[in-house]
Nanobody, 122 residues
Framework: QVQLVESGGGLVQAGGSLRLSCAASGRSFSNYAMGWFRQAPGKEREFVAA????????SYADSVKGRFTISRDNAKNTWYLQMNSLKPEDTAVYYCAAGPYLSTKRLEYSYWGQGTQVTVSS
């Protein structure tokens, strides 16, 4: 069975850093684009970052540009979201996802993890 499992979430003070990981199993995702989305209470799930199949292209939401970095390790079937200079507005459940091509649209992604909570205190 295909599984995507996020880890690395937690509580951090404003200005701090966290690195989220998404470990996939059940199949290789080398031919998939990977993405990160987040959802705060009472809000819709929103795009955060995505990376192309070979890592040559990345895309970021305006709210996280310059602070977050997405990367992938195809040998480990894992992708990451390095989050620096965290703000209280970054508080949300973060979800990793995989799809056939790089996209900012959540409907383009076929596989999803269960989510990991990130809480940034002020």
């Amino acid at each position: 069975q295909v599984q995507l499992v996020e880890s690395g979430g937690g509580l951090v003070q404003a200005g701090g850093s966290l690195r989220l990981s998404c470990a996939a199993s059940g199949r290789s995702f080398s031919n998939y684009a990977m993405g990160w989305f987040r959802q705060a209470p009472g809000k819709e799930r929103e795009f955060v970052a995505a990376i192309s199949l070979n890592g040559g292209r990345t895309s970021y939401a305006d709210s996280v540009k310059g602070r977050f970095t997405i990367s992938r390790d195809n040998a480990k079937n894992t992708w990451y979201l390095q989050m620096n200079s965290l703000k209280p507005e970054d508080t949300a459940v973060y979800y990793c996802a995989a799809g056939p091509y790089l996209s900012t649209k959540r409907l383009e992604y076929s596989y999803w993890g269960q989510g990991t909570q990130v809480t940034v205190s002020s």
